[in-house]
């Protein structure tokens, strides 16, 4: 049987044009696929200096190798592209079905590129695509899009999409998939500046493997692995709308843009607490962890709030960063978000900076339409939102991203700008939880969690050692081990979840020959060696961006400033030794001083040809 590398789609905005080509087999052994082709294609296609929001950016819209096949946690999806608001590489992932669906009608990748003249949406089918006016959905909310192209296509329809915010350039702009979104970075603000409203899939669902029995077989196993671990029922019991009862007791909640590592009264916003306003759960294509959990206010000023979420982060982005133990509020700013398609993580650390330039003078009412930001109250959070996803008054500020709004606001407010690259902080402390941190310092796309996840600092895992999280230089191994692999696990855009319940690299290689037919995959040391290049591959991008070791630092605040965390260990802490920690990390990694992966390095990982763009950086 031939092998199956998966096919591009081609959408040229600008001319009109559509094309499909297939992945070249060097490519899909090397990259494999997912975030492994997504930066293969952007590295390869986008020359530096292009502007994140110029006609020149491409935005691709990846799918797994193992897509839509009924293995567990692998149909997600992802965006890659040059953020408008690092001016780095950006990788941003989203979930429910339209992963599945794209695999469906025939491709793993979408490369748009160009700017159309006029509002459009793309539509997919099993038998091409066409560029079609979107004129009547300009201006519409994420659920009215997805709604309005669906009654439009049919129910074997599959959207993503972007809102208002994505219409109005917002810099941390999310793209929307059912309540799902790739969050991170502003690729909707990149979708937004193309005109493009969404990308719709209507499709049957049939699928080409290269080995279907085998897969099925390893299917079963799969899902035998999953059956029998603690952390998938416990995830699927709560998603992770009860990590901060575990982050508020380690101390690592950021509470007042990031002063403190823990919430007074932090039982109020307990896991359990979320629970009493839970209706439903919801989940992305095959997959029975279903761990999105729906909530509802039933009484009080949110009276009517409806959300599919909020999750960890956004439950913490609604009330840490404003130190507010109003549940009703987080469900109405989480809603306010998807239906406005911003991005929940940026959004509320913005809001949070605003509140302490707030308390400190720099911010008065007259800047703040009259607005007052009084920690413990989320009202004014709420109005916040939409002035941000409207560009109205002190939105227009914020939708800049904290960096830039600092720059914009002067009189200091850049010292409680909290962001690593312009990209803000999660719900994470870094000074607290050091490995964490360090992965944020170094991660390709900024401060992001999910790039290189700590589980040894918040959950205590052992693989591949226990991490003293208070630590430094001393983590710089487990920092990679946890960047490179993701990385690995990214290339099958494989949830990140199912690391804790499920994930085991071997089985994922063995499933990806039965899937691609490419032996090499089925050696996960070759996997992990895969995860390794995709990461340095990413590094060069943004080296040839301009940046390097001078952009790798946590905010001034962990720096400078001991974390004060009420009753939980870790009080006084801070970040002393950033720059050892670089030194080690840069060595580990085969780079130099600098941070330049060194020609060594790269040819070693199959890399050569990109020695000549950063030799000298
Ligand atoms: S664990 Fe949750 S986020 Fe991950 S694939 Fe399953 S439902 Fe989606």
């Given at each position: ?328 509020a987080t469900i109405a700013a989480d809603q306010l978000c998807d239906d406005l398609g911003l991005d929940t993580i940026s959004a509320g650390s913005c809001i949070g900076f605003a509140y302490e330039l707030y308390e400190k003078g720099i911010l008065t009412k007259a800047d703040t339409d009259g607005l ?246």
């Amino acid at each position: 049987m031939a092998v199956n590398t998966g096919k591009i789609l081609r959408v040229n905005l600008t001319m009109g044009e559509v094309a499909t080509e297939s992945v070249p087999e060097q490519i899909a052994e090397d990259f494999v696929g997912g975030r492994g082709y997504g930066i293969k294609y952007l590295y390869d296609e986008l020359p530096p200096n292009v502007d994140p929001l110029g006609a020149d950016n491409k935005l691709i819209l990846l799918t797994g190798p193992l897509a839509g096949t009924s293995a567990q946690a692998v149909s997600r999806w992802m965006v890659v592209t040059k953020s408008p608001l690092t001016g780095a590489f950006a990788r941003s992932v989203g979930g429910a079905d339209f992963g599945a669906w794209l695999k469906f009608a025939g491709y793993e990748m979408v490369i748009i590129d160009g700017k159309s003249d006029r509002p459009v949406y793309i539509h997919i089918t099993g038998e091409g695509c066409q560029i079609k006016d979107a004129a009547g959905l300009w201006g519409k909310e994420t659920k009215e899009t997805q709604e309005w192209l669906k009654q439009q296509h049919g129910n074997n329809t599959r959207v993503t999409c972007i809102g208002p915010a994505g219409e109005r350039l917002v810099k941390y702009a999310a793209i929307v998939s059912d309540r799902r979104t790739a969050g991170r970075c502003g690729t909707g603000t990149v979708m937004g500046s193309k005109n493009l409203k969404a990308v719709a899939v209507t499709a049957q669902r049939i699928l080409h493997l290269h080995d279907k029995e085998a897969y099925d077989r390893l299917v079963k196993e799969q899902v035998g692995i999953i059956r029998e671990s603690k952390g998938f029922e416990n995830h699927k019991e709560w998603g992770t709308t009860n990590t901060q009862n575990v982050t508020n007791s380690i101390g690592i909640y950021p509470v007042m843009n990031f002063r403190y590592g823990q919430q007074v009264d932090y039982d109020k916003i307990s896991g359990g607490e979320y629970r009493r306003f839970r209706t439903g759960e919801f989940g992305c294509y095959s997959c029975p962890a279903r761990c999105g959990k729906a909530h509802l206010v039933q009484s009080g000023p949110f009276k009517g709030a409806y959300s599919e979420g909020p999750e960890y982060e956004s439950i913490w982005a609604f009330t840490g960063s404003i130190d507010s133990t109003s549940i009703e509020a987080t469900i109405a700013a989480d809603q306010l978000c998807d239906d406005l398609g911003l991005d929940t993580i940026s959004a509320g650390s913005c809001i949070g900076f605003a509140y302490e330039l707030y308390e400190k003078g720099i911010l008065t009412k007259a800047d703040t339409d009259g607005l007052e930001l009084n920690y413990g109250d989320p009202t004014p959070m709420v109005e916040l939102i939409k002035k941000i996803a409207m560009r109205d008054g002190i939105g227009n500020i914020l939708a800049e991203g904290s960096r830039k709004a600092a720059a914009t606001i002067g009189k200091g407010a850049e010292k409680y700008a909290i962001h690593v690259k312009g990209l803000e902080l999660p719900a994470y402390e870094p000074r607290g939880s050091k490995t964490q941190g360090y992965n944020y310092v170094t991660s390709s796309i900024g401060a992001s969690h999910c790039y290189g996840y700590s589980g040894q600092d918040v959950f205590g895992a052992i693989e591949p050692r226990p991490s003293d999280r208070f630590a430094e230089e001393e983590n710089a191994d487990l920092v990679i081990f946890n960047q490179d692999g993701t990385a690995s696990r990214e290339t099958g855009i494989v949830c990140t979840f199912s690391s804790g319940w499920g994930w085991v690299p071997a089985l994922y290689g063995r499933m990806l020959v039965a899937a691609r037919g490419i032996e090499k995959l089925g050696d996960s040391d070759y996997l992990n060696k895969v995860g390794e290049r995709i990461f340095n591959l990413e590094r060069a991008f943004n080296i040839r961006q301009g940046l390097g070791r001078k952009d790798d630092t946590l905010p001034d605040r962990m720096l400078t400033e001991p974390l004060h965390t009420r009753e939980a260990p870790g009080e006084g802490q801070i970040v002393r030794r950033q720059e050892q920690f670089l030194d080690r990390y840069y060595e580990l990694r085969g780079w130099t001083k600098e941070g330049v992966p060194t020609s060594q390095k790269l040819e070693e990982l199959g890399l050569a040809d990109v020695v000549k763009d950063i030799s000298g950086k």
